[in-house]
């Protein structure tokens, strides 16, 4: 029988290629399999030749199925009627079910592909599920995981080698000996590359052998990779889940619990890396606060000179005759000082605002929603605001435009380089409709779209029939300089959707981007959407963030957006701009819709989200759209066009009721409420307070349920952990027998805030837990009716409030992952009527976590997660760590604002103030940071664009993206 590499150097076919390594390891490996019917994948044929010694080599083989992405491959021809050849990435789902179609299993799979970390894994993830037991994976070529242009290094934490290592560690699962889930040690891969390993597939994987640069991954039935029976002095031990225990004497049961390195989730080389990215972090910003502080010294001196002679002009003026003649004069100047004061705050508000215009329709608002009062506080918000030059340095956009996009961006011949070495270069349809614009600024619109460094676009522009005849001219002279500008001028007006529909009609492109006739793209704008597209194969919808220009060119207010959030979504158009479409889809749902003008594209994106699943919404976390700021604009205030509120409403309540969610929208001056409406039959709700001692905070927290919430059908289960006070113990017996709905269980054991909770669930009737603290206090009735209606919808987790201090500031508006080093409230200390980031402190949104003092969630969600974490997190964060492990079950957990209470944060329990407190605190913290690293590094409820180190959205210096 010939070996494959006798047939490598007969082979006279094709042109193929291995390494001579490769042939004699293959021939060991492949040999068993060579009088069988096969089924072979291979990944990567280059010119078709390997396929062909193939099937020489397996001569009883049924299927061999090639891929590859280069289009030559299409030309090429077999003899041989069992090969077949799939032309296209073997990474996406097309190109996996054409593959399927051609075999649905294989016995031999070989990635000879792209070679490049990312493609490795994902392949793996892909195709080992579809091969036999007793199959074979064979990756090749993963030397090239030590190069950089392959997504690797030496070192690299997700290179496809650690890949391949981390796979080896799966296989001795039974050795462990620590209470971790095979698929954890795979988490980090899977958060990088976004693929998912299911037990079933690692499971399945009975050894890992590296020969060189090769992988030979080998599968079998779960039970063929236990360690089964073990042999000790002639007889055979017991074997028990978990560890294999032997009963012979002096048998040790081993345990790594105690054991630091290994109850660490994290590789040691990920750890590094995390800590490198700190360091390099923490450096920058050194760099940055030294840049800064020099800054600051040179202001300093400079003062500090004008200062001297500020002084000995001073004193010659006084030392004058006139300054004595002038007194009178002087004393009347006093009068003019407030005024002048005042006038300093304005100036200071119009900066903060981006503009005059902005600025006077901040404070219009003020005046409408709360009056004189509400300016008073926005006077207020403004002078703090000013005063803290933290506040202004953390926020200075320009300078941290010059820092951050500029050293972000790649230089021009860089971008154009990758551009070429795209694989697909999608078609842009640019959608822009004109009615009478501006020509200066309309110019400036098209010629952003024409300075893009990435060329395969179409603008398709519709004048709406305007009435200025130079626009027509115009308009008539861009199409003539470049052909990718198409306009189709309308007959008659029919206002911005039937304008937008008749740009559309003209558009070819795969996808479809929306621009304003006064807005700007920004210069990588274009090149940002296809990578996005390039790195996100099965997504439909990507938006990006956004910033403002003012009429002067000015750029200012940038909203930096999170991952999608489709509470935040019902709250205001995210998405917005920059929005990309798929433009088949677009085209399927109607366009855009008349009769919602002015909400035209929330209604377009409200009925676009009905046809996709949230996993296919990216968000491009960069600025790669500026809305112009002008009188009329919508960028320039709410007010400027409150028709679109109207339409908006409509828009929202029809995809709700299209949805069949039972609710009624509204607007305010923050955005639209989506109120839902409770079931017909109200659900008993359980509001579990666990106390010790604390008689004036509880009797609060309990008599302001009672006495305000008009929700009627909730039970109370008051969990007294030890009092001792006897004033206490008679009021617990009090309520019990004053209320046949409160009940007061008892539980002595040590404090363990998780424990107490997780047994009170237990015993509770509800279908709904509300887990209370006994420091709150009911403000508003509506509360619990509120957040009942939150939670019952099918695809929520835990619903939080909004919760205040005693001086109505905000104590609790949601929590960010990563801020303050694990997780910490956003829009801390903020007046309670304070907008927010971009009135997020106002409107239902989503975070990843919201505090336990105040959470509703369903009793079967809290029992699938096995709800809070009594052995790891016993005080601190276990509310968190309950959300996150919501959200991996694919809930969301939703913070509404218009559930208001009170929260007077005086914890029964005391503070971190010792050291046994800390060591607690501490091991806490070091528990969510490697169980839920991923969500540290990137929170998808926040952007990694704002600071992880300020409660109040403030600028990330650098950013994390």
Known sequence: MKTLREFYQEHQGKVSDKWSLYLDEYDRIFQPYRDRPVRLLEIGIQNGGSLEIWSQYFDQAMSLVGCDINEKCKALKYDDERVSVIVENANTDSAEQAILTESSTFDIIIDDGSHTSEDIVHSFSRYFPHLNEGGVFVAEDLHCSYWQEFGGGLFDPYSSMSFFKHLADLVNFEHWGVEMDRSELLDLFADKYQVRFSEEQLASIHSVEFINSICVVRKRPLVENLLGTRHVVGSDAAVVSGLNESTAPNAVEFSQKSNPHSNNALHPALEMAALKQDVRNLEAEIDIANRQLAEANTNVAELGAHLAQSNQTIDDLISSTSWKLTFPVRMSGKVFRKPIRLIRMVFAAIALAGGVKPALRKAQNLWRSEGLQGLLRGYNHVATRSSDLGYRQRNDYHKWLSEFEASAAFSISEMEQEIRALPHKPLLSIVMPVYNANIAWLDEAIESVRAQNYENWELCIADDHSTDPELSRYLAAKQTDDSRIKVVSRKEN???????????????????????????????ALYRVVKAIQDNPDAKLFYSDEDKISEAGERHNPYFKCDWNRSLFYSQNMICHLGVYQRNIVKDIGGFREGFEGAQDHDLALRFIESIDDSQIVHIPHVLYHWRVHSSSTAGGADAKPYAALAGERAIQEHLDRLNVSAKVTSNAYGYRVQYLLPEVLPLISLIIPTRNGLDL????????????????????????????????????????????????????????????????????????????????????????????????????????????????????????GIGGVAGHVHLNYHRDDVGYFCRLNVTNEYSAVTAACLLVKKSDFEKV????????????????????????????????????????????????????????????????????????????????????????????????
């Open 494 to 524: 029919g206002h911005i959707s039937a304008a937008s529909n008749s740009a559309l009609s003209v558009a070819s492109g795969d996808w479809v981007l929306l621009l304003d006739q006064d807005d700007l793209l920004s210069e990588q």
């Open 698 to 817: 509880v009797r609060t927290c309990i008599e302001s349920i009672v006495q305000k919430t008009s929700y009627p059908n909730y039970e109370i289960i008051l969990v007294d952990n030890g009092s001792d006070d006897p004033k206490c113990l008679e009021y617990f017996a009090t309520v019990e027998d004053q209320y046949s709905f409160i009940r007061v269980k008892r539980d002595d054991r040590p404090f363990n805030y998780s424990a107490l909770n997780n047994t009170a669930v237990s015993e509770a009737n509800g279908e709904i837990i509300g887990l209370i603290n006994n420091d709150i206090e009911v403000i508003e009735p509506n509360w619990l009716s509120e957040m009942v209606g939150v939670v019952v919808q099918p695809d929520v987790g835990a619903v939080g409030a909004k919760l205040l201090y005693p001086d109505n500031t905000v104590q609790h508006a949601g929590v960010v992952i």
């Open 866 to 961: 096995g709800g809070l974490n009594e052995e790891d997190l016993t005080v601190a964060f276990n509310d968190v760590d309950f959300c996150l492990k919501l959200k991996e079950m694919g809930l969301r957990n939703v913070w509404t604002p218009y559930a208001l209470l009170y929260h007077h944060e005086s914890a029964t329990r005391g503070y971190e103030d010792s050291p046994e407190k800390v060591a607690r605190f501490n091991k806490e913290a070091n528990y969510m940071m490697r169980k839920w690293g991923k969500y540290i590094a990137h929170d998808p409820c926040y952007s990694p664009n704002l600071s992880l180190t300020a409660s109040d959205f403030s600028l990330a210096w650098p950013p994390r993206r």
